[in-house]
């Protein structure tokens, strides 16, 4: 399996992604913003983009739809309760399909709603695991919940199918937001010593130089996901100081997400 990770070098810090079938050159497109940079990067490598994937259906995941398919005319997927807001939508996804890519490529639709309520995730069927997780998962962070989304939702996202993918399963995301979201690990976890030497490392790094995570890793500096730790807890105590006794996980998932909402 071929993965091209784009950087549209735009505000919002978009990744776009190519993956390809390295017999047939066939390529799906994840949510391709930057056509031109997609189209580019494609004919660099001898790929046809024949499909789109949508992860879900926020201006900068779709926006550069209309532009691919009229130069490829290919066809748009996405997860099937988004029809009526991805304008020329070909085939709804849900929960277990598998999309192929030419003759190699695998990869399984994940039903993962929170960031909004109708968002794939794609997991490949490869000796390593890749996860293209849009706005679900961010390095060392997790999507908001601001328009169509719920927080609680979310959560059973984390601890339900993220959380149990294997360890190293390797994190394409929809956005670069490595630095803050290590900010926040360390506001909210000051002793992790991990998530501090990898801000180093990625405040040394530019954008093309983006360090790939593995979800093992994500255990270790995700503040999502290290929801039982007593430095998180007592943290998260100190800006919630009537919360009950013991403190649940979800709980501690959701307040995490109200803090982070404002950080």
């Known amino acids: 399996m071929i993965v091209e990770q784009i950087w549209t070098a735009n505000a919002y810090r978009n990744f776009n992604y190519l993956i390809a079938c390295p017999e047939t050159g066939e390529a799906l497109a994840v949510d391709p913003l930057d056509h031109r940079k997609c189209l580019t990067a494609a004919q660099a490598r001898g790929l046809e983009i024949t499909r789109i994937l949508n992860t879900h259906e926020h201006g900068d995941h779709i926006g550069g739809n209309g532009p691919m398919v009229e130069a490829t005319g290919a066809k748009i997927l996405a997860h099937a309760n988004a029809r009526s807001r991805i304008p020329g939508m070909d085939e709804g996804l849900e929960a277990g399909d598998v999309v192929k890519v030419g003759r190699t490529v695998e990869l399984e639709a994940l039903d993962t709603p929170g960031h909004t309520m109708s968002h794939i995730c794609l997991l490949s069927h490869t000796e390593t695991p890749v996860l293209f997780c849009g706005d679900t998962l961010f390095n060392a962070g997790a999507g908001n919940c601001h ?110 997400r109200e803090l982070r909402n404002r950080w």
């Not at 900010?183 to 790094?205: H, M």
């Open 147 to 256: 328009n169509g989304g719920h927080p609680h939702e979310l959560y059973r996202t984390f601890v339900r199918q993220l959380a149990k993918l294997p360890d190293e399963t390797r994190i394409y995301p929809g956005h670069d937001y490595w630095e803050n979201n290590l900010g926040f690990t360390l506001d909210r976890e000051p002793d992790n010593a991990k998530a501090a030497e990898l801000l180093r490392d990625v405040s040394a790094c530019g954008p093309d130089d983006t360090f790939v995570s593995t979800l093992g890793l994500e255990k270790e500096v995700n503040t999502f996901f290290r929801l039982t730790s007593p430095s998180v807890i007592a943290k998260l105590r100190e800006a919630f100081p009537d919360l009950a006794e013991p403190l649940d996980p979800k709980t501690v998932f959701l307040k995490l």
